[in-house]
């Protein structure tokens, strides 16, 4: 079992910036990449970020150039830089981690979740 434990959520102005770390623990032998999905209140889970172990990224259109994503894989951890925030990126961030299966498939755990309000 792989634990994903979340941190850096909270309230923030449009066209602000915060910062989301999650750093993986347990039985991590096998981890391909980490990443970052998200939930409003209206909408289903949706990828925001992803990296693989090697450094690869992936980002979802509606936040390139805005959310970067980094990683220190001694730390098993990875982090979410979101710059520019609006509202429209109000929500629950989960982090999530794919062990033994390709780095952009489906993640097999997840961390509880941490919010994210943007006020206008």
């Known amino acids: 079992q792989v634990q994903l434990a979340e941190s850096g959520g909270g309230l923030v102005q449009a066209g602000g910036s915060l910062r989301l770390s999650c750093t993986a623990s347990g039985s991590t032998f096998g981890l391909n990449a980490m990443g970052w999905y998200r939930q409003g209140p209206e909408t289903q889970r949706e990828l925001v970020a992803t990296i693989s172990v090697s450094g690869s990224t992936n980002y979802a259109s509606s936040v390139k150039g805005r959310f970067t994503i980094s990683g220190d894989s001694a730390k098993r951890t990875v982090y979410l830089q979101m710059n520019s925030l609006k509202s429209e990126d109000t929500a629950v961030y989960y982090c999530?981690?794919?062990?033994?299966?390709?780095?952009?498939?489906?993640?097999?755990?997840w961390g509880q979740g941490t919010p994210v309000t943007v006020s206008s």
């Open positions: 999530a981690a794919i062990v033994g299966r390709p780095w952009l498939g489906q993640p097999n755990y």
